[in-house]
Nanobody, 110 residues
């Protein structure tokens, strides 16, 4: 599996971004998919996860603001991020099994 993220950028607090992660390979539809993030000087943390059955889990810090979803026809998982905060600034990574994407930068600043 190869993963490619897109959709990062620079926004102000309260704004939204939508990240995408497109996977190669025919087994995408059965893979649990995860979004992680890593802020400067901090450990990488799990932000959101989605199973093959569309069950989802979120870090407490993003519950109610972020939504993970998947489109198996397009081999893509999304992370809709609303009401972004300064502390959401990080590099966001898509992950499946032992494979990681290259990361996409999200910067929230005044």
């Amino acid at each position: 599996v190869r993963l490619v993220e897109s959709g990062g950028g620079s926004v102000q607090p309260g704004e939204s971004l939508r990240l995408s992660c497109t996977a190669s390979g025919r087994i995408f539809g059965i893979l649990p998919m995860n979004w992680y993030r890593q802020a400067p000087g901090k450990h990488r943390e799990l932000v959101a996860a989605i199973t093959r059955f569309d069950d989802t889990n979120y870090a407490d810090s993003v519950k109610g603001r972020f939504t993970i979803s998947r489109d198996n026809d397009k081999n893509t998982v999304f992370l809709q991020m609303n009401s972004l905060r300064l502390e959401d600034t990080a590099v966001y990574y898509c992950q499946a099994l032992t494979t990681w994407g290259q990361g996409t930068q999200v910067t929230v600043s005044e």
